[in-house]
């Protein structure tokens, strides 16, 4: 590496040596087909490609010095137009093509040197792109900057959008800048030339050191401005020192005679605030009283809703039962009917069948004397026997029906014996309800009678508001009204108001109202105007 370098270094020197000489014996400026020219940027590539990192990617491993160069847009924002007009150049495709084209535009607008030395001076971030021991990152790479400086003799005209800058690296000619220097034949008039150069940069820094001096006078001119001025301030700030301490006697006379106020007002609002204490008290007490009487009607009138939901769940049980006790009586009803009905059936059989057996008798008695005589009466018999049982099961019948009707009856009395006790259930509902509404009613009252005694105790903390925070102003304090900013005259007197103290105009102040430390209308400001009202109107509310 460090063979490379010093090669590399003596390269550099050698085309730059070339360059220059070549250029100042034409005397014309420079295109890109000049071959010294060629060389140079030849050299130039290999020293910046010198210890370059190799990048890998998708297509395979990439070693351009675009990347390095293309940090000049950031660190010297001169250069970035260059840097755009390379992206926006269509011919060329790739990073050294780019960075080819960056050099050449550098290299006409005569900062070259600039644009390397900021990139140099910069090694942290060029510790990116480079492995340690590069050329650009070692001394080498400032020997090259200052070689660059001289390059800004050269007028160069290159086109950089018709050459392809695409292609490879080109090798270093070596034997045509050693031919050029050695068998060069106008090396003394590269050297006046050199020389002329140079009396023009002291001609440069001589004016630069005029510059300064003048620079300078004018310097000392304004530092004895800015003394006569210090002296001024100084002046200045002893006589504010002065009105600073008699201000300060002022002051302390005014918070005296205030202290004293203030003593005055805090005795008188003590006896006050006692007095608001004893109210205070009193009236905690009878809250706390008809809070628990109202606790206590709450806890009430919860137990009757309780009790009344219970009734009406038991209301709607029995008109349940009674629809259901109402359909069993007319079902049992038409059962009795048609029972009715069989039974005179059964009656009416029972006559034939008893007028039939009669006449039997008799024709059995008068025909048949005889053996037969028995078998059909004991036929009848067992007729009339079934006849008897018939019957007998529908008295039984008749009994079960009756004894229904019995429990009916029993149960509608039960029933009607119910609705009484409903219609007293919802008359001593309707009490409770008159006796719940008088409680509310009186509750109501109560906390009209709080909110009240709140009013009453805000207006009291609001006359100790003005007497500790509102004080009364004097009439040399003020010169002008405090709400419309205008100046009080013979035409326009001054009017205090009687809730803040401050100073107002007659049309500031032209309202009248009742406060609490004066029974009677007094005048007050039109903004305590307004802010009375409504605090009165949410009173009232």
Same mark, same amino acid.
């Given at each position: 590496?460090? /063979?490379?370098?010093?090669?590399?270094?003596?390269?550099?020197?050698?085309?730059?040596?070339?360059?220059?000489?070549?250029?100042?014996?034409?005397?014309?400026?420079?295109?890109?087909?000049?071959?010294?020219?060629?060389?140079?940027?030849? /050299?130039?590539?290999?020293?910046?490609?010198? !210890?370059?990192? /190799?990048?890998?990617?998708?297509?395979?491993?990439?070693?351009?010095?675009?990347?390095?160069?293309?940090?000049?847009?950031?660190?010297?924002?001169?250069?970035?137009?260059?840097?755009?007009?390379?992206?926006?150049?269509?011919?060329?495709?790739?990073?050294?093509?780019?960075?080819?084209?960056?050099?050449?535009?550098?290299?006409?607008?005569?900062?070259? *040197?600039?644009?390397?030395?900021?990139?140099?001076?910069?090694?942290?971030?060029?510790?990116?792109?480079?492995?340690? !021991?590069?050329?650009?990152?070692? #001394?080498?790479?400032? /020997?090259?900057?200052?070689?660059?400086?001289?390059?800004?003799?050269? %007028?160069?005209?290159?086109?950089?959008?018709?050459?392809?800058?695409?292609?490879?690296? =080109?090798?270093? *000619?070596?034997?045509?800048?050693?031919?050029?220097?050695?068998?060069?034949?106008?090396?003394?008039?590269?050297?006046?030339?050199?020389?002329?150069?140079?009396? #023009?940069?002291?001609?440069?820094?001589?004016?630069?050191?005029?510059?300064?001096? *003048?620079?300078?006078?004018?310097? #000392?001119?304004?530092?004895?401005?800015?003394?006569?001025?210090?002296?001024?301030?100084?002046?200045?700030?002893?006589?504010?020192?002065?009105?600073?301490?008699?201000?300060?006697?002022?002051?302390?006379?005014?918070?005296?005679?205030?202290?004293?106020?203030?003593?005055?007002?805090? +005795?008188?609002?003590?006896?006050?605030?006692?007095?608001?204490?004893?109210?205070?008290?009193?009236?905690?007490?009878?809250?706390?009283?008809?809070?628990?009487?109202?606790?206590?009607?709450?806890?009430? &009138?919860?137990?009757?809703?309780?009790?009344?939901?219970?009734?009406?769940?038991?209301?709607?049980?029995?008109?349940?039962?009674?629809?259901?006790?109402?359909?069993?009586?007319?079902?049992?009803?038409?059962?009795?009917?048609?029972?009715?009905?069989?039974? %005179?059936?059964?009656?009416?059989?029972?006559?034939?069948?008893?007028? =039939?057996?009669?006449?039997?008798?008799?024709?059995?008695?008068?025909?048949?004397?005889?053996?037969?005589?028995?078998?059909?009466? *004991?036929?009848?018999?067992?007729?009339?026997?079934?006849?008897?049982?018939? &019957?007998?099961?529908? +008295?039984?019948?008749?009994? &079960?029906?009756?004894?229904?009707?019995?429990?009916?009856?029993?149960?509608?009395?039960?029933?009607?014996?119910?609705?009484?006790?409903?219609?007293?259930?919802?008359?001593?509902?309707?009490?409770?309800?008159?006796?719940?509404?008088?409680?509310?009613?009186?509750?109501?009252?109560?906390?009209?009678?709080?909110? +009240?005694?709140?009013?009453?105790?805000?207006?009291?903390?609001?006359?100790?508001?003005?007497?500790?925070?509102?004080?009364?102003?004097?009439?040399?304090?003020?010169?002008?009204? =405090?709400?419309?900013? =205008?100046?009080?005259?013979?035409?326009?007197?001054?009017?205090?108001?009687?809730?803040?103290?401050?100073?107002?105009?007659?049309?500031?102040?032209?309202?009248?109202?009742?406060?609490?430390?004066?029974?009677?209308?007094?005048?007050?400001?039109?903004?305590?105007?307004?802010?009375?009202?409504?605090?009165?109107?949410? !009173?009232?509310?």
């Amino acid at each position: 590496m460090v /063979v490379e370098r010093s090669n590399l270094l003596s390269m550099m020197k050698l085309s730059i040596k070339v360059l220059i000489q070549s250029s100042l014996s034409l005397g014309r400026t420079l295109d890109s087909e000049y071959p010294p020219l060629q060389q140079f940027f030849v /050299v130039l590539e290999h020293c910046l490609k010198h !210890g370059l990192k /190799v990048k890998k990617t998708f297509i395979g491993q990439n070693k351009s010095i675009w990347a390095p160069l293309e940090l000049m847009e950031k660190l010297c924002p001169e250069s970035a137009d260059i840097a755009t007009s390379v992206r926006d150049m269509p011919g060329i495709k790739t990073g050294l093509g780019r960075a080819r084209a960056w050099l050449h535009l550098a290299l006409m607008q005569k900062k070259i *040197a600039d644009y390397m030395k900021v990139l140099i001076n910069r090694r942290d971030l060029l510790g990116e792109f480079y492995n340690p !021991g590069a050329l650009i990152m070692e #001394e080498e790479g400032a /020997v090259i900057v200052g070689m660059l400086v001289g390059l800004n003799v050269i %007028d160069a005209n290159l086109c950089v959008k018709g050459e392809d800058l695409d292609s490879q690296v =080109k090798h270093i *000619a070596v034997q045509t800048m050693l031919s050029d220097v050695l068998f060069n034949t106008d090396t003394k008039h590269s050297i006046l030339d050199q020389k002329h150069y140079i009396e #023009e940069l002291n001609r440069h820094l001589s004016c630069t050191v005029t510059d300064l001096q *003048a620079k300078m006078d004018s310097l #000392e001119k304004t530092n004895s401005k800015l003394i006569e001025e210090l002296t001024a301030a100084t002046d200045r700030i002893n006589a504010l020192r002065e009105e600073q301490e008699q201000l300060k006697q002022e002051n302390a006379n005014i918070l005296q005679s205030s202290q004293r106020k203030e003593e005055v007002t805090l +005795q008188d609002s003590q006896v006050e605030l006692e007095t608001y204490r004893q109210t205070r008290q009193g009236l905690d007490e009878m809250y706390s009283v008809v809070w628990k009487q109202y606790k206590e009607e709450k806890r009430i &009138r919860q137990e009757l809703q309780k009790e009344l939901e219970l009734q009406i769940g038991l209301k709607q049980e029995m008109e349940v039962a009674m629809k259901l006790l109402e359909k069993d009586t007319h079902e049992k009803q038409d059962t009795l009917v048609v029972l009715r009905q069989q039974l %005179d059936q059964v009656k009416n059989l029972n006559l034939q069948m008893f007028n =039939k057996a009669q006449v039997l008798h008799l024709i059995i008695f008068f025909r048949f004397n005889c053996c037969f005589c028995s078998l059909f009466r *004991a036929g009848l018999e067992s007729e009339l026997s079934t006849e008897k049982e018939q &019957r007998q099961n529908l +008295q039984r019948e008749l009994h &079960r029906e009756q004894d229904n009707s019995a429990e009916l009856r029993t149960q509608l009395q039960q029933l009607q014996g119910l609705q009484t006790e409903l219609l007293d259930l919802r008359q001593e509902k309707k009490q409770l309800q008159q006796l719940c509404e008088e409680q509310e009613q009186a509750l109501q009252d109560m906390g009209l009678h709080l909110s +009240q005694s709140k009013l009453k105790m805000e207006d009291f903390k609001e006359v100790n508001k003005a007497l500790k925070g509102h004080a009364w102003l004097k009439d040399d304090e003020a010169t002008q009204c =405090k709400q419309c900013q =205008k100046e009080f005259s013979i035409s326009r007197r001054k009017h205090h108001c009687r809730n803040c103290g401050d100073i107002y105009c007659n049309s500031c102040s032209s309202n009248e109202l009742a406060l609490p430390s004066f029974p009677r209308p007094v005048r007050v400001c039109d903004i305590c105007h307004s802010l009375l009202l409504q605090r009165s109107s949410i !009173g009232s509310s």
